[in-house]
């Protein structure tokens, strides 16, 4: 009954999750956006301090369920592991816990987050590696088949589906999330919850904080007959069938064994054998002593890292010389409204993708900057940021993005407009043109006469940088070609106008 209850709410949420990624409309957010905010990683980085308590007081007292039911990465190599126990059955062993690699992974990813190497922290962080993959792989299909329905719909003479463009938006996020594919197909396939408990720095903390949990799977050495049908089938090979032991720390809470068991042998329950309490009594205050250290030095440790983040300091960004530019090579990357600044946007940001797939503008795209890999970034060749469009405020889950209502968004200036002349054709072919000042939507450009002392002299666009905010319009509607002649330069931190 317990495996049954775990299933049925971990598809539950690993097919809700997956849509989130898949649905470009963002229809779903408004519903099911919650389950990307309950995701560890990016509860602590956005400072959700009651997501962040309510996961660690879920795992003191029911064990590592977050990692069977609520990771979509977690639930992925599952189903991996299932595919591959219908080639091989009761295939899985006890093996030690590699307590030096799990902690020191954590330790270096720990120390990445307070230095601002997020480049190394999005690699390992299981939500935004899960959303990369669905992202690369998953988007792109479900857009082709959507825009086949829409192509159907039309010739019936319905318009229930419209079509999107499908394009790779980054081909270094595309290798990334390969890579990783590959890796954890073949780890789940030839080891089940292998990433988990070697890798993963999540599943680390979390499995640190299970060993202290109230209900866990327990061996009633009274029924056990030791024939280790349990441990064949664990996939986190956590349990020593001889020793009639369980490593609590890299027990998933699966329910696996329990349904395995014949013998009705091991139950998930508060309670222990007495010859595990007789065994825990005779332990040295050493080891005790040790136990406790750990937990309040990890703590700490976890504590640290979140008061550090709270009291980061913003700092002013200078613009780059932006003389003589001519192709839209921006010296400062255009970063998405809400997220306040470059480095705000830096320090909580895990890469997860979530805002590029719902951005029904196709303005931001992984960056390919190895200081910010894959993070957010706009550009408007294929379109500019509308003001009334908050959709990637709204489903970030990190706090990367900041919600934003339409009217703030209108008064965030992201960046400014900057005017090549050699580009412009008023200028190349002596034509009025105006397109830029028709089409900005805060009144920011206006066309002026190129010369001043001649009224009906060619009219070239001027930009106000007070009223501009970035927003791209000018530059995705500019008719030059190949290169725009207006561009947008972007501000390191955002301003208020």
Not at 161 to 173: D, I, N
Not at 373 to 396: D, F, I, N
């Amino acid at each position: 009954m317990l495996r049954t209850i775990r299933l049925t709410i971990a598809i539950l949420f690993f097919i809700l999750i997956t849509l989130l990624f898949l649905d470009f409309t963002g229809t779903l957010h408004a519903w099911f956006g919650w389950l990307a905010k309950i995701q560890f990683l990016p509860a602590v980085l956005a400072l959700n301090v009651g997501v962040v308590l309510l996961l660690v007081a879920l795992t003191l007292v029911c064990g590592r369920v977050y990692c069977s039911v609520i990771c979509p990465l977690g639930v992925f190599q599952d189903i991996v592991s299932w595919f591959s126990a219908k080639r091989k059955k009761n295939r899985f062993r006890y093996s030690p816990a590699l307590k030096g690699l799990r902690y020191g992974v954590l330790g270096v990813f720990v120390l990445a987050i307070i230095a601002g190497l997020n480049s190394f922290v999005m690699l390992l962080a299981p939500y935004s590696a899960y959303g990369r993959i669905v992202s690369s792989f998953l988007a792109p299909l479900y857009q082709w088949g959507n825009n086949g329905l829409a192509y159907l719909a039309e010739r019936a003479d319905s318009y229930a589906f419209y079509q999107t463009e499908v394009w790779m938006k980054s081909l270094p996020t595309l290798i990334i999330a390969a890579v990783t594919l590959v890796v954890l197909i073949v780890l789940a396939w030839r080891g089940g919850r292998t990433y988990c408990n070697t890798i993963c720095p999540v599943g680390t903390v979390l499995g640190f904080l299970s060993k202290f949990s109230l209900l866990k799977p327990v061996i009633d050495t009274a029924k056990c007959n030791g024939c280790g049908l349990c441990a064949r089938n664990c996939k986190a090979s956590c349990i020593n069938a001889k020793a009639h032991e369980i490593d609590y720390s890299r027990c998933v809470a699966c329910m696996d064994c329990i349904g395995k068991c014949k013998q009705g042998a091991i139950t998930y329950t508060r309670r222990k054998p007495a010859a595990a309490t007789m065994q825990e009594a005779g332990a040295g205050a050493e080891k005790v002593n040790s136990a406790r250290r750990a937990f309040f030095s990890t703590s700490a440790l976890l504590a640290t890292t979140a008061v550090l983040k709270a009291q980061e300091k913003v700092v002013d960004g200078g613009l780059a010389t932006i003389e003589d530019k001519k192709i839209p090579n921006r010296a400062t990357a255009i970063t998405p409204p809400g997220s306040l600044s470059a480095r705000n946007l830096a320090s909580h940001c895990t890469a997860c993708q979530l805002c590029v797939s719902v951005c029904p503008n196709q303005v931001l795209r992984p960056s390919s900057d190895l200081m910010k890999l894959m993070q957010p970034e706009a550009s408007y060749e294929r379109g500019y940021c509308r003001p009334e469009c908050t959709k990637c405020s709204e489903v970030c889950p990190a706090g990367a993005i900041q919600p934003i209502t339409k009217a703030e968004k209108s008064a965030i200036q992201v960046g400014h407009a900057v005017w090549i002349k050699e580009n412009c054709i008023c200028i190349t072919d002596k034509m009025e043109c105006g397109n830029c000042e028709r089409h900005c939507p805060v009144g920011a450009i206006q066309m002026v006469s190129s010369d001043p002392k001649d009224e009906k002299s060619i009219k070239i666009p001027v930009v106000n940088d007070e009223r501009c905010i970035g927003c791209g319009a000018c530059e995705n509607l500019c008719p030059s070609r190949p290169f725009s002649a207006i561009y947008v330069e972007g501000h390191g931190v955002h301003r208020t106008i």
